[in-house]
């Protein structure tokens, strides 16, 4: 597979820098090291031969004429927090990073939209939105990430269940093809019936298709007020059970997550204080936003009354800000949390809904079987549960030995149950394997043969979803 793409010689480095100019090539071996690795927990370092930053979309397009020329390897990189090795570059050769092209070039009023470069990132685009009074709902939980990389993994987080994920928030792109030929999808319109979506075909495409170099983003108005119902159960069935009652209430509530015991030991850890009743073995957290504290109090009340009528101990509303941002920060330092106490992997199976408390409980089975602890929470409100198996009481050789095996056993018993192996960060490097053994082969042809479409020389992430 590797013998098929060209070298990049000195000659190709001269090249790309009359492309991309001195200050935008790096060929130095430490000052790549950053450019070799994403968060996944399980990435192992793959280091590219050089990393080129165009600065817009028509070096972008001359850079990719000169890999397909070559046949040279491009992986395109945003911010490098994924967590499925998306952004590694496998066979080596260029790693396109996105990061100089980073505008936000118009926050549009009179059509709640934004148009931005792919080097945005979320913290970039809510701060700034934030000054309209606008809001763009997607929260990945990593403020680091880029637009490019959240469109690339179709990425999802907490507000989800009112908001939609990344592919309901984006109204268009401009994306170069491997050939260079730049492309414009969609536009700042909401109904579209012209031709095939490509912006919904780019979207989630893991930088596999092409290179997304600007985004027409859809808007809201920023919610005025957020509230949170933390509901400790005896067991995550009752949880569970009481999620599609509360679905059921007029009001959509931003987000419904779930925490097992397992993680709120963790975390408590690693946050160095106690979480309200973390003797219990399940809690769910609903996430409102409301224009009134009266409104959201009234909603409240009636997701109180569901909570109980499931077997809910309590249903506690933070009386202050501070206990507030306290209980979501304990939700969202999980990650770290557990990849600060063992060698970890991150698993976000998505199953429906109502599946979710007998999938965690045959992951609790298969956790046993293998001898390998999962501690697991995730967004009840889409049934995308979030894995996490940890490599406690075993040497490393025993950890890279069982943990194939267990993560198996999950992903079968997660399609059985109408799920699918990636809810949210993508399938990239890490889940290939799981990917194919539980993907339909035709449709696994029908994906390779729209890759064929885009990519015939295969240059572009090499190596990542499905092999080609
Ligand atoms: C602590 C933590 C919490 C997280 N929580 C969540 C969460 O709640 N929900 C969630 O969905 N994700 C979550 N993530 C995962 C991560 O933030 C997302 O996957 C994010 O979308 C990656 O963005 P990035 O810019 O870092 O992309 P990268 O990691 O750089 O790249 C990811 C993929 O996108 C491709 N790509 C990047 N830019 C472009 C572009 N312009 N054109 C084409 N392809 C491109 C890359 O080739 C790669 O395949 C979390 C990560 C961390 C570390």
Not at 354 to 379: D, L, M, T
């Amino acid at each position: 597979m590797k013998s098929k793409y060209g070298k990049i010689t000195s000659q190709t480095i001269k090249e790309l820098t009359a492309i991309v100019g001195k200050s935008g090539i790096i060929t130095d071996k430490d000052a790549m090291v950053g450019y070799s690795h994403d968060e996944s927990p399980i990435t192992k370092p793959h280091a590219p031969q050089v990393v080129v930053k165009p600065g817009d979309s028509q070096t972008v397009a001359k850079l990719l004429v000169l890999a397909n020329k070559k046949r040279i390897p491009v992986t395109p990189r945003g911010g490098g927090t994924g967590l499925s090795g998306g952004c590694l570059p496998l066979y080596g050769g260029i790693v396109l990073s996105l990061e100089r092209i980073n505008r936000i070039l118009e926050i549009d009023k009179e059509n709640f939209v934004a148009v931005v470069e792919p080097g945005v990132t979320l913290s970039q685009l809510y701060n700034e939105t934030e000054q309209y009074g606008l809001y763009y709902p997607v929260y990945p939980a990593e403020m680091n990430a880029t637009i490019g990389g959240n469109i690339a993994t179709n990425a999802g987080g907490m507000n989800a269940v009112k908001y939609g994920v990344t592919r309901y928030n984006v109204m268009g792109l401009e994306a170069v093809l491997p050939n260079g030929e730049i492309i414009q999808t969609g536009g700042k319109f909401a109904k579209c019936s012209s031709g095939y979506d490509l912006t919904q075909l780019i979207i989630g495409s893991e930088g596999t298709l092409a290179v997304v170099t600007k985004v027409i983003l859809k808007l809201t108005t920023k919610p005025a007020k957020r509230q949170l119902l933390f509901a400790p159960f005896t067991e995550l069935q009752k949880a569970i059970d009481a999620v599609p009652d509360i679905l059921k209430l007029e009001m959509t509530p931003t987000g419904i997550e779930f925490m097992d015991k397992s993680v709120i030991d963790i975390v408590e850890k690693y946050i160095d204080r106690e979480v309200p009743y973390h003797q219990y073995a399940a809690f769910l957290m609903v996430i409102m936003d409301g224009e009134s504290d009266d409104e959201i109090h009234e909603y409240f009340s009636k997701v109180e009354d569901i909570c109980k009528q499931h077997g809910a101990i309590e249903a506690m509303v933070p009386n202050s800000e501070r206990a507030k941002r306290r209980l979501l920060e304990a939700r969202e330092r999980i990650y770290p949390s557990i990849k600060k106490c063992a060698p970890m992997e991150a698993l976000d199976v998505v199953v429906p809904r109502s599946e979710i408390a007998k999938f965690v409980r045959k992951v609790k089975e298969i956790s046993q079987r293998h001898e390998v602890p999962v501690v697991i929470c995730g967004h009840a409100g889409d049934g995308n549960v979030h894995l996490n198996p940890i490599g406690v009481d075993m040497d490393e050789k025993e950890w890279e030995k069982r943990l194939p095996k267990l993560m198996k056993d999950i992903y079968r018993v997660g399609t059985s149950l109408g799920g699918a192996v990636s809810g949210e960060h993508g399938i990239g490097l890490h889940k290939k394997a799981y990917f194919r053994q539980e993907t339909d082969e035709a449709l696994l042809k029908t994906m390779r043969e729209i890759k064929k479409a885009f990519d015939p020389n295969n240059i572009l992430n090499p190596g990542k979803i499905f092999d080609f």
